[in-house]
């Protein structure tokens, strides 16, 4: 499997901050990347997906991708609690490559 | 419900036995992938099948699992005499083609305990 790496956590921020999360992969010829959300006990749930160079933004959302730095990232802006969760980045050659994960706190 | 179905959700085996865990894709979709999650670990590629084929297994152990997917019914991973180190999550995946940029939605997931 490839390899992907995610900034360590955990990751607290106080409610209405961003929340910033970086993963980095291996293989340079990667085309597909993804972030899924998984709640304590729960499934992953695909949040974002991004295969182009640039920003992706979906509500409070934005996904990064620079491919010639192998790296791709979360922003998630105005985080509230419910946004408290363990966010897996994943790199897909028809399966998928997942990070350890980073588990964020958002603060009340 | 047009999402992905697993079950059982949570199934108990004492050493030994076996387990069998289901999965019906999303609707439309005709490619199924299997994902471990052993605990306090990541998600880890086990299968990927296509009806009535195995295109990559991969990702699984040599001895005592099986998986299938086959014409007409859910996909079944099968796991024989079961041990302690199989208790993990098992989430079953599906999409609706082949290619890198089709998104896998996961089901809820097997929460399987062996005793």
């Known amino acids: 499997q490839k390899e992907v790496e995610q900034n360590s956590g955990p990751l607290s921020v106080p409610e209405g901050a961003i929340a910033s999360l970086n993963c980095t992969y291996s293989?340079?010829?990667?085309?597909?990347f993804f972030w899924y959300r998984q709640y304590s006990g729960k499934s992953p749930e695909l949040i974002m997906f991004?295969?182009?160079?640039g920003d992706k933004e979906d509500g409070r959302f934005t996904a990064q991708l620079n491919k010639a730095s192998q790296y791709v990232s979360l922003l998630i802006r105005d985080s509230q609690p419910s946004d408290s969760a363990t966010y897996l980045c994943?790199?897909?050659?028809?399966?998928?490559?997942f990070g350890a994960g980073t588990t964020v706190t958002v603060r009340a | 419900n047009a999402g992905v179905m697993q079950n059982p959700r949570h199934l108990v085996r004492r050493r030994g036995q076996e387990a069998r865990l289901r999965c019906s894709p999303m609707?439309?979709?005709?490619?199924v992938y299997w994902y471990r999650q052993l605990p306090e670990e990541g998600l880890k590629f086990m299968v990927y099948?296509?009806?009535?084929?195995?295109?990559?297994e991969s990702g699984m152990p040599k001895e005592r699992f099986s998986a299938e997917f086959p014409k007409e019914g859910p996909s079944i991973l099968r796991i024989q005499q079961v041990v302690r180190g199989d208790s993990a999550a098992y989430f079953c995946?599906?999409?609706?083609?082949?290619?890198?940029?089709?998104?896998?939605?996961f089901g809820p997931g097997t929460r399987l305990t062996v005793t």
């Open positions: 099948l296509q009806k009535e084929n195995i295109i990559d």
């Open positions: 994943a790199v897909r050659d028809y399966k998928l490559s």
């Open positions: 293989d340079r010829g990667s085309q597909s």
């Open positions: 991004i295969y182009s160079n």
């Open positions: 609707k439309g979709h005709s490619h």
């Open positions: 995946a599906s999409s609706p083609r082949d290619g890198e940029t089709y998104e896998q939605y």
